[in-house]
């Protein structure tokens, strides 16, 4: 039998071996493997490795490919949202509803769920692409968006404390190889083309800490200490307030003569933008930690 190369298998005498295991080991078995084996045939093997040397490269060593890490398959976002009067969620179908005036979500692809008295819990499909139209209550104004790939957050995107007029809407596009961001129309032309600076936007193990600070309080005469602690991202910023409305950094011991009605509201951040809020603590219960 002729070499394989050299072989006419289309001639009125040629003859056609089946394919047969590697194990085989009867007549003309060098030309007999299953096709999965062909890369351990050591012929194979040789006849590669002369072609190669017989290349342009000069017989150099060919390198082999370095293949990035493809990314991770997204497959669902979940979105809290707090702030807004109004917020349209639209699929790639052309589908839509309103979170905020609607019971739940007429779309099969999405979850809606009541987080507050103006908050909204959105879980949506990761394979589809979607468009929010969020209009501002006139409230401090907060989105929480995490993307998941098998059950775990491989991206977190937070704002906090979004300060936008009364009537403002923002737009926010999700897709599933792009990191989302809040745009707002500064010029008014109808076509929204300026980003908003996220508190934190995060991606891989840093993403996954969602867990907010916890604080210690403790009374000593007519002084009221508080640290907080956070073992994971670390503590960002303490803030104090004497009526729940106006916060400030707490640097110092606070006194007690300045606290409305014995109570004294606290709220922590993180760099991982997760708040800690507690609203009211009663100062008169020392040593309380919350």
Do not use: C, W
């Amino acid at each position: 039998m002729p070499p394989i190369g050299e072989a006419n298998l289309n001639s009125p005498n040629a003859i056609i071996y089946p394919v047969l295991g590697s194990r085989y080991k009867g007549p003309n078995a060098e030309f007999m493997a299953e096709h999965t084996g062909m890369t351990a045939n050591p012929d194979v093997i040789r006849t590669i490795l002369n072609f190669f040397a017989d290349s342009p490269t000069g017989g150099q060593t060919i390198q082999p490919l370095t293949l990035e890490e493809p990314a991770p398959v997204v497959d669902s976002y979940e979105i809290l949202v707090a702030g807004f009067d109004s917020v349209i969620v639209s699929n790639d179908l052309g589908e839509s509803f309103d979170a905020m005036t609607s019971s739940g979500s007429p779309l099969m692809d999405a979850s809606n769920y009541v987080a507050g008295a103006r908050a909204r819990q959105l879980v949506l499909r990761g394979d589809i692409s979607y468009e929010l139209l969020l209009r501002s209550d006139g409230t401090p104004g907060l989105m929480e968006l995490t993307r998941k790939s098998s059950g775990e957050i491989v991206e977190a995107v937070r704002y906090r404390d979004l300060s936008l007029p009364m009537g403002e809407v923002v737009f926010l596009t999700l897709e599933s190889d792009v990191t989302p961001v809040l745009m707002r129309d500064v010029d008014k032309d109808g076509s929204f083309e300026t980003d908003i600076e996220p508190t934190v936007s995060l991606s891989g193990p840093g993403a996954q800490d969602t867990t907010p600070p916890s604080i210690d309080i403790s009374v000593s005469g007519s002084e009221i200490s508080v640290q907080a602690y956070d073992p994971e991202s670390g503590v960002k910023a303490l803030y104090a307030s004497y009526d729940g409305r106006s916060f400030f950094p707490y640097t110092k011991p606070l006194s007690r003569a300045l606290i409305q009605r014995d109570q004294l509201h606290l709220m922590a951040d993180d760099n991982a933008g997760n708040r800690a809020v507690y609203d009211p603590i009663l100062t008169g219960d020392p040593n309380r930690r919350r």
